[in-house]
């Protein structure tokens, strides 16, 4: 019985670090890291990177968000090849790294990309 718990810390410990490493964020991909070179892609990946709570904020309207695997938000595009794949998730990253770049609030911006994609 006293070797039981002896194990019970070790397997809470393993647990635990299985679970951070499941629930820790993934990064935006780089350019290194990506088969697209083409350089809107190259540059919405670089938007994604810069602006990444403005992402976060973000839906992405190729239909990516639903499903079993849905992303949360147009961010989790950017954190696979999904995004260099998909001409949708592109135009999205430009029109928000383009209206950042000028100085606009995420408030608008997610309103400019409602009233682009919303049907």
């Not at 194990?7 to 990064?27: D, G, Q, R």
């Not at 810069?50 to 695997?69: D, H, Q, R, V």
């Amino acid at each position: 019985m006293k070797k039981v718990y002896i194990y019970i810390p070790i397997v809470l410990v393993l647990v635990a670090f299985s679970l951070y490493n499941i629930t820790k964020p993934l990064p935006v991909l780089n350019a290194n890291q990506l088969h697209n070179k083409v350089p809107n892609v190259i540059l919405a990946y670089e938007y994604a990177n810069k602006y990444k709570k403005t992402f976060k904020k973000a839906n992405c309207y190729c239909g990516c968000m639903s499903g079993k695997k849905a992303h949360e938000s147009l961010l989790d595009c950017f954190k696979s090849t999904h995004g260099e794949n998909c001409s949708e998730c592109i135009e999205e990253a430009l029109i928000i790294g383009k209206e950042k770049d000028k100085g606009t609030s995420d408030e608008l911006i997610i309103k400019i990309l409602e009233t682009k994609y919303s049907s």
